[in-house]
């Protein structure tokens, strides 16, 4: 998958986060921000720029890459840790249909239509995500749409329009307000593609180009 990124001299670190069912969505997120946090601390020694970051990842890793777009800077709470002191800012992200608002599922196979979170993934939010008083917060907490800025990396999407487990309005809307913010932000749709396609590796090679045009000095 990311063989064109080799070729044009990426470092390629893939992140190995804590999962379910023993770790939370929020967990997970926690996890991924550390998961930069630690790449930018060590970056003199795997040979990388730290100011030069970019993020990939598809379905729920195209989430998780929007949260780091959208939610990634300092530590809240510097620690004593000097890895916890460096920021989970990236510099440019390139990802395959993301859910972008989990308190709008719209006509995802995942809604079961009573504004609660997705059915398969009810417990890995967490044992509050039932009440929905309180998914309102958590679902805003975890979804990107929410935290969208001017100043946002540019974010490239790719999303196909015959997707039914994330549909293309979930990237659509995420587009549209990042537009509205003045952020820069592409989708690209992909006629009849549902929740992946064989050509994705094709699509890859943009990706590589994005990053060149955004990453590269």
Known sequence: MVAPLLRRGYTILAVCHVSQ???TIMEIIEDMHH????IRHRAAEFGIDPHRLGVTGGSAGGHLSLMLATRGGPAVNPSSDPVERESSAVQAVA??????????????????GDGGPPKSFVRAFGPHSTNLALWNEIGRDTSPIYFIRSNLPPTLIYHGDADTLVPLEQSQRYRAEAVRQGANVELVVHPGGNHGWLTMLWDIRHFAQWFDQHLRP
């Open 21 to 23: 069912p023993k770790a």
């Open 35 to 38: 998961a930069v946090r630690f």
């Open 95 to 112: 990802v395959f249909y993301p859910v972008t608002d989990l308190l709008n599922l719209g006509r995802s196979t995942e809604n079961l």
